[in-house]
């Protein structure tokens, strides 16, 4: 995704709207030089949405597809929060 800064968006937003709504184009916003935030369009914001309630739902999924009922089901959900606390995450800005 191209880098613009919020003062290239302002002076040309239609541009920009159009180009992320019609072109399948995305920006990323920057103030001050840092990332703020990023204009797509809205067929690829549902698509990262869809992509993101998919994977949520497969920790669950994976976790009842793997219970075969004979052990207790609180030893899988301790499995999955030991699995998770090795998780770091991902890194969050935001914006300072």
């Known amino acids: 995704m191209e ?3 919020v003062a ?3 002076k040309n937003f239609s541009e920009f709207l159009s180009a ?3 072109g399948n184009k995305g920006y990323i916003i920057t103030r001050r030089g840092k990332e703020v935030a ?3 369009g809205v067929k690829e914001f ?3 949405q869809a992509r993101e309630n998919t994977s949520q739902s497969n920790g669950l999924v ?3 597809g793997d219970w075969d009922g004979g052990e207790d089901l609180s030893v899988k959900v301790d499995e999955v929060y030991k699995g998770r606390e090795r998780n770091i995450g991902r890194e969050i800005n935001m914006g300072e």
């Open 3 to 5: 880098k613009v800064s």
């Open 8 to 10: 290239e968006v302002k």
């Open 20 to 22: 992320a709504a019609y």
């Open 38 to 40: 990023a204009l797509i």
């Open 46 to 48: 549902e698509a990262l």
């Open 62 to 64: 994976a976790l009842v």
